[in-house]
């Protein structure tokens, strides 16, 4: 099993692109998060699903937007990026909604 | 709303060198309680948890009990490796299927 993949490793954009990241998992898990760490911060919640064609609003949504069409998938989309969105992003999932199995993450950086 | 505090690092320790890193938690709920682990450059790994009050979590000589008296679950190592140098996030789960994790702990080991 790959566990929880995400694509791509290392992103940079320009303020006002657009793009959108890919998380992956093959354990057939149900729950599915995208959190963001920033220094000093910890790791924030973005958005979550509780199975496939579901999702809601985290801790800090806004500027984000997730679609779950498929249950192995989880993507996060930013329509116009900016600055203050430069982070590490992760994502996890798990069975039943209590322990969570991360993905590597993906850097990105918005000039 | 439910909150996790950790002490704040870095911590820095010499081989061999006994660890505890402290956690508190807000006592809303019967929260399951987690310690992950990150390694530089990689996402969080799951090192271990305890579900129940007076539980004791443990993994690679690494443990914690939940003390739900004292609201806490301190993690603890007796002897140190420098390949133990990483962030260490403390989390508890929430009503909604969500973590909830402190700002994070940085571990140095040195030879």
């Known amino acids: 099993n790959a566990g929880v993949t995400q694509t791509p490793k290392f992103r940079v954009l320009k303020t006002g692109q657009s793009m959108t990241l890919l998380c992956a998992q093959d354990m057939n898990h149900e729950y599915m998060y995208w959190y963001r760490q920033d220094p000093g911060m910890g790791l924030r919640l973005i958005h979550y699903s509780v199975g496939e064609g579901t999702t809601a609003k985290g801790e800090v949504p806004d500027g984000y937007n997730v679609s779950r069409l498929k249950k192995q998938n989880f993507l996060l989309g930013l329509e116009s990026a900016a600055p203050s969105q430069t982070s590490v992003y992760f994502c996890?999932?798990?069975?039943?909604?209590?322990?969570?199995?991360f993905g590597p993450g993906t850097r990105l950086l918005v000039l | 709303g439910d909150s996790v505090t950790q002490m704040e690092g870095p911590v820095t320790l010499s081989e061999e060198a006994f660890l505890t890193i402290n956690c508190t938690y807000t006592?809303?709920?019967?929260?399951?309680l987690f310690w992950y682990v990150q390694y530089p450059g990689e996402g969080l790994q799951l090192l271990l948890k305890?579900?129940?009050?007076?539980d004791k979590g443990s993994n690679k000589g690494f443990e914690a009990t939940y003390r739900k008296e004292t609201t806490s679950f301190h993690l603890e190592k007796g002897s140190v490796q420098v390949s133990d140098s990483a962030v260490y996030f403390c989390a508890r789960n929430n009503a909604g299927n969500m973590l909830t994790f402190g700002g994070g702990t940085r571990l140095m080991v040195k030879p």
């Open positions: 305890a579900t129940k009050a007076d």
């Open positions: 006592a809303t709920g019967y929260p399951s």
């Open positions: 996890a999932s798990s069975y039943e909604g209590i322990t969570q199995y």
